[in-house]
């Protein structure tokens, strides 16, 4: 198209000026030119046309939607009357983004697509990548990542036609967005895109390629890498037009302060994105589904669920499918707080199942992780999603969440009520399942102290069942019906621990809006339980010194007490003793906590109760015929007496979960064809075969004298016994 000088030269100082992001500029000029009647008649038509063009691009960028859209109508209206050149395939390229962005994605793919095909007819590379590349972000608004990861592919191709460098690298750098929210961290980062940003002096990508960095940091937890990169994208974005930046840059600032526990910081920000005069439609859905997850945290469930309403019909409105399954996740939580636990398990598998799906792994491990911590489901259901969200968390090479659903793990064993079948009520002890007769002496001994106040210190190695009896000497007392707190002070945070165990006053520091009462104090006249006390920092130690003596708590920022009735429960697998002696546990606290010790024995000095373990666990799982073909039990305890079950209890109730979910059939002879977990070489049968001929020729040299045989070993007389149990020696 033959352009006149004066058109030339305006064209020319509008192109400078959005090289430099001055959008607002751009839209003053063409508005001062095509106001004034003398200056437009320097304008042919189609030059007129072109003008609108430009200006509908700006006011885009300046996200004024309904402006650029009514103007770039104007504009194709006066490019339609021309012959197909590349300002027409420019315009319908502009008409698609400001439908997209006002959520019409299928009109807006119609454009994209005539875009491309008018830029190919021109044999346009620069003009034929951009449709292509936002075709690639409509496929991933519907959940279409490979889809998406295709079009993106093409773009990187095409690109190495281009006259421009930077094409290549922001395509790549979408195709890492891509990779991000399928969860490929690795392929992720591993994409070449020059994402140091300081390879160019392109500011649109720089701050694009912070932000990319800034977003990864966010979900993988790297909360310093994800503000050192937003602060570098706010310097490059502040004092410029760079208004659809300034969006994300909010939208991701409000996910770190989210990370970080800093909730009013989060609102803030989503709400200064849902402020702004025409926020994108994705933006909208997004930034509410956001929005909710932080009332969820604050457990504000009402204003939540409102905020859950309005997102979903601003997430349907543009079928974005990503944001959809997370919204379903939001509402698991929601009705789980409700106690609906029908409508939180379906909202929970809508959510696995749509993200799933669509292949959005990072964002379906969180689903799991969550979908774990409802109490919604069942232990072994629970057991079974969170199992699912740490593989796929390791999958995805993100040891911070791995370590979340740890603690997750940890607080469900704890919690859990593995005898729920047994019990009559809510209210009711948990069964403990046992003959072995150092158990039943336990259990006399918590018969006699139940209902006294006596602090009681449970010791022995994981999985021995601590929490249970915790539970069951709360359960069996008459404080069964009032509160049974529980603090695990390995899983708080120390800078956290002293505010959760006695509450802090108004003011007391940062984000210290309003009263509140720690545990301890909410735990009146019930029980409040002391999980893995060893790990109690030093000063906390002192403090928990304080209210076992005294009875009190005093809350952080105040000078007076506040009494307690309550009853004061500890446990720990670590040397309290050895621990004393190292200087790492108070001995103060330690004979304090001596008042009433029980020690649990592991699984291996009570291999009589793993029978009954056995048949307990296979209740309600139709494998109970078990417990009638004693031929196939036998073989089956024969099997789990020859382990040494260092995760005791717990590791072969997984144990049996894991056969049952592998065995080829519904069958109890189908249970002995799972291989175990931990495989025997030659080179170990062969070990143990020798380890049992040298206890026999022990026992024989002391005539079948059990004590003179251990003495002889110099082990313990007990330990001797169990080795004779697991060599199957009489």
């Known amino acids: 198209m033959i352009l006149t000088t004066t058109a030339r030269a305006l064209f020319n100082k509008l192109d400078e000026l959005i090289r430099q992001e001055k959008f607002d500029s751009v839209v003053n000029m063409i508005e001062s030119v095509l106001l004034d009647g003398d200056s437009s008649r320097d304008f042919p038509v189609v030059e007129q046309g072109i003008l609108l063009l430009y200006k509908a691009e700006s006011l885009f960028r300046l996200c004024k939607f309904s402006a650029s859209e009514e103007t ?157 990169t937003l602060e570098n994208a706010f310097h490059l974005i502040h004092d ?26 989060a609102r803030e920000y989503y709400h200064k994105v849902l402020d702004m005069p025409e926020p994108t439609a994705s933006a909208v859905a997004q930034t509410l589904r956001m929005l909710t997850d932080v009332y969820i945290a604050e457990e504000k469930f009402a204003i939540a669920e409102e905020t859950a309403v309005k997102a979903e019909a601003a997430i349907t409105r543009i079928n974005e499918r990503i944001e959809l399954g997370a919204l379903y996740r939001a509402y698991g939580q929601i009705h789980t707080h409700k106690q609906e636990a029908e409508s939180a398990c379906d909202d929970f598998k809508r959510s696995i199942d749509l993200l799933r799906e669509i292949g959005a792994r990072y964002e379906l491990a969180l689903s799991y992780l969550t979908a774990g911590k409802s109490e919604s489901y069942g232990f ?115 800078e956290l621990l002293e505010s959760e165990l006695f509450g802090y006053r108004k003011g007391t520091y940062t984000g210290a809006t309003h009263d509140k009462a720690g545990l301890i104090e909410s735990a009146e006249e019930g029980t409040f339980y002391f999980d893995e006390i060893g790990d109690a920092p030093l000063s906390v130690q002192t403090k928990i010194l304080r209210v076992l003596d005294t009875k009190s708590v005093r809350r952080l920022g105040t000078t007076s007490d506040i009494k307690v009735n309550t009853r004061f429960i500890a446990a720990t697998n670590l040397d309290l003793k050895q621990m004393m002696d190292s200087g790492h546990f108070r001995s103060d606290l330690y004979y304090r906590l001596q008042e009433m010790p029980l020690h649990l024995p592991p699984l291996r000095d009570r291999l009589d109760d793993i029978r009954l373990l056995v048949e307990f666990f296979l209740q309600g799982t139709g494998f109970e015929s078990a417990a009638t073909d004693s031929g196939t039990l036998d073989r089956l305890i ?93």
């Open 240 to 265: 410029t037009d760079l208004m659809q930046e300034a969006i994300y840059y909010r939208e991701y600032s409000g996910l770190l302060a989210y990370t970080r526990g800093n909730y009013a910081k």
């Open 72 to 228: 770039i109508l104007r504009s194709l209206k006066i490019l339609s009357n021309t012959e197909i050149n590349e300002q027409f395939a420019r315009a319908k390229f502009v008409r698609g983004q400001v439908l997209q962005a006002l959520g019409s994605l299928e009109s807006a793919e119609e454009e994209f697509n005539e875009s491309y095909v008018y830029f190919k007819r021109l044999d346009d590379v620069n003009g034929m990548l951009k449709p292509l590349n936002r075709l690639a972000n409509i496929a991933y608004l519907e959940g279409k990542y490979e889809k998406a990861a295709d079009f993106l592919k093409r773009c990187v191709q095409l690109s190495q036609r281009s006259d421009d460098d930077h094409d290549s690298m922001a395509y790549r750098l979408n195709l890492r967005r891509i990779y991000t929210i399928q969860g490929r961290f690795a392929e992720a980062s591993g994409i070449s895109c020059a994402d140091d940003a300081r390879v160019t002096d392109d500011r649109l990508f720089q701050c694009h390629a912070f932000l990319t960095r800034a977003h990864i940091s966010c979900l993988t937890l790297d909360v310093d890498c994800a503000a050192e």
């Open 638 to 730: 024969e099997r789990f007496n020859n382990r040494d079950w260092p995760g005791n209890i717990r590791e072969l109730k997984f144990e049996i979960n894991r056969m049952i979910a592998l065995a080829p059939g519904n069958n109890i002879d189908d249970l002995l064809k799972v291989p175990s977990a931990i495989g025997k070489t030659d080179e170990s049968i062969d070990k143990v075969s020798i380890e049992r001929e040298h206890l026999l020729e022990v026992l024989r040299r002391n005539d079948s004298n059990q004590s003179k045989a251990a003495r002889e070993l110099g082990i313990h007389e007990s330990t001797f016994r169990y080795h004779m149990r697991k060599h199957r020696i009489s």
């Open 380 to 494: 072994d259901e629970r057991m079974r999603h969170l199992e699912m969200s740490r593989m796929l968390f390791i999958e995805m090479d993100v040891p911070k969440r791995v370590e979340q659903v740890k603690i997750a793990f940890a607080e469900l064993r704890r919690a859990a009520n593995v005898s729920a079948a047994s019990r009559k009520d809510d209210l009711a002890a948990p069964a403990i399942i046992t003959g072995n007769r150092q158990m039943k002496e336990i259990l006399a001994a918590v018969e006699r102290i139940k209902n006294t106040s006596h602090t009681v210190l449970i010791t022995g190695e994981t999985g021995t069942g601590k929490d249970l009896l915790a539970e069951y000497i709360h359960r069996s007392s008459t404080r069964a019906n009032k509160p049974f707190r529980i603090v695990n002070t390995a899983a708080i945070p120390s």
